[in-house]
């Protein structure tokens, strides 16, 4: 088929690239010219672990072309498939579709066949049916132009094998042709044996979203789980690892740490509450206000449990920072809990020096005064604190006994809980990672995070309050990114 993908970003470079690769014609169209420039000579602007293998081989066969033409993209799509992003918008928790609303308004009157419009971007439940009054008002006279949505489930650094290997499709779709064109663009990954959801419009807007709160709720869970596993002496992994044995709840998305980040999650989770209450249902979503701001709270909580290992204070004190991107085999800083806490405890006076394997480009432009270095060993020399931020599998394999003699203070704070800590305290470090059975060196230093309620911290509290149990409120801004606002420190400070 003859199919094209309108954006060009994350989600379209890795779309319009596996659906070349599964024999399709594809053509890519953007806006940004030196994007463009980029994929068609084969380069990927990002890093995506298998992406360049796809991208650059279907690139020199001729399978794949990219341009800025929409009148080319009319004239040469049976399927176009609209990738672009959609923000959280400015001052409001809800997603800014304009994107999604441009594409459409440009696209609809060059087509010059009869086609599919398919929309993949992530937007509110409602844009869709709003969408196909529009193309229905701008389709050129002659020309049947039809609406589907078939969301995204994408996950950085599996991005590749998401698309080519899905869990499942979804689509929603309006009639029986629609149906047929998707199931014949879909046909290799149906044929061997990818669940294959049609439903209609609405549904399969609300799926991405559901996923994409559920998810963080999961995550969030056992961060809460995490922190009272610290004051109960009990162990988190052992007890995730316990959960994800039951059927009915899965391992996935139970690894207690520093929270989610990217570009997605918190995003989704945002717009899907603001659109509950445009709906009259704000009630019903609650809870997700709560799973946003104990998500922002694990950096609050990091920061305190950090300040507490180098004795109360920041000030002249020497932290080595492992990973800044949001999470590994990317190179992806958007909303990264990592970085967060880079940046706060640099503005608490400490000299940081950061390290991550593909992310330093990225973490720069955002942050550029922090000192960043290339070789972990160099990231640790002098230092008095090691925080593990993301992790990365490098990290995994460090030698304790070796970093040991670089560092001036044997200090780790492994906060994914993913190290062998049985291995760095057997090299003489004092450890600390969120809900581990570990021995502190000084354990009436790091048992409770400062300002916590019963050894909880305010976020964790917060969510005790709702079961009944007396607690502190959570962050300020609750629902806003933490320490992203703005030029400054937020004020969940």
């Known amino acids: 088929m003859r199919i094209t993908v309108i954006g060009t970003g994350y989600l379209g470079a890795v779309h319009a690239a596996c659906m070349a690769s599964i024999g399709h014609e594809v053509l890519g169209v953007d806006s940004d010219a030196d994007k463009i420039a980029e994929l068609a000579a084969g380069r990927v602007p990002f890093f995506e672990p298998g992406l360049a293998d796809i991208l650059g081989p279907s690139v020199r066969s001729g399978q ?48 010059t066949r009869d086609c599919l419009i398919v929309g993949k971007s992530t937007v509110p439940v409602g844009t869709a049916a709003r969408l196909a009054d529009v193309i229905e008002d701008l389709a050129p006279e002659g020309c049947s132009v039809e609406l589907a949505w078939n969301p995204e489930f994408l996950r950085e650094s599996t991005a590749v094998r998401d698309t080519l290997h899905p869990d499942r499709l979804v689509v929603g779709v309006a009639s029986d042709r629609a149906d047929a064109m998707l199931r014949m663009a879909y046909a290799p990954m149906i044929s061997t044996g990818t669940p294959y959801i049609a439903t209609d419009l609405s549904t399969a807007e609300m799926v991405k979203v559901s996923a994409n709160a559920f998810l963080a709720t999961k995550v969030s869970f056992i961060n809460v789980i995490a922190d009272i596993c610290d004051v109960a002496d009990a162990d988190v992994v052992t007890l995730a690892e316990a959960l994800g044995l039951d059927s009915r709840i899965g391992s996935q998305a139970l690894a207690a740490g ?16 603001a659109r509950a209450a445009e709906l009259g249902a704000a009630d019903a979503v609650a809870f997700l206000g709560t799973i946003d701001g104990t998500n922002a709270g694990r950096r609050r ?22 990973g800044v991107a949001f999470k590994p085999d990317t190179d992806d ?12 405890i640099d503005s608490q006076g400490a ?40 992790e990365w599998g490098e990290y995994s394999e460090l030698d304790p006994v070796a970093l040991r003699a670089v560092v001036r203070n044997p200090r780790i704070f492994d906060a994914r809980n993913v190290l062998p800590l049985d291995q760095w305290l057997a090299a003489g470090w004092t450890t600390r990672a969120f809900g581990r059975r570990f021995p502190q060196a000084k354990p009436d ?44 420190p937020c004020g969940c400070w």
């Not at 918008?89 to 304009?98: I, K, M, Q, T």
């Not at 989610?260 to 717009?271: H, N, S, T």
């Not at 005790?464 to 030029?487: L, M």
């Open 301 to 322: 909580r990091a920061i305190d449990i950090a300040r507490m290992l180098v004795g109360g204070s920041f000030r002249d004190q020497n932290v080595a920072v492992l």
């Open 64 to 111: 794949l072309r990219f341009g800025v033409s929409y009148p080319e993209a009319g004239h040469f799509g049976e399927i176009h498939f609209i990738c672009v992003g959609t923000p959280q918008l400015a001052g409001s928790y809800a997603a800014d579709v304009s994107a999604v609303d441009a594409a459409v308004e440009r696209l609809v009157p060059e087509c």
């Open 445 to 488: 230093e790091v048992s409770n995070p400062v300002g916590a309620v019963g050894g909880l911290s305010p976020g964790v509290a917060g969510i005790a309050g709702v079961a009944g149990v007396a607690g502190v409120a959570g962050p300020t801004h609750a629902r806003r990114s933490w320490c992203e606002e703005g030029g400054g």
């Open 333 to 344: 800083v958007r909303d990264s809990p990592a970085l967060a806490v880079a940046r706060a």
């Open 351 to 390: 000299s940081v020096r950061v390290h991550d394997p593909r992310a330093i480009d990225n973490a720069r432009a955002r942050l550029p005064h922090l000192n960043y270095v290339t070789d972990v060993e160099k990231a640790c020399e002098g230092a008095d604190l090691v925080l593990h931020l993301t």
């Open 258 to 273: 520093l929270g989610f980040g990217g570009g997605c999650l918190a995003k989704d989770v945002r717009a899907l509450e």
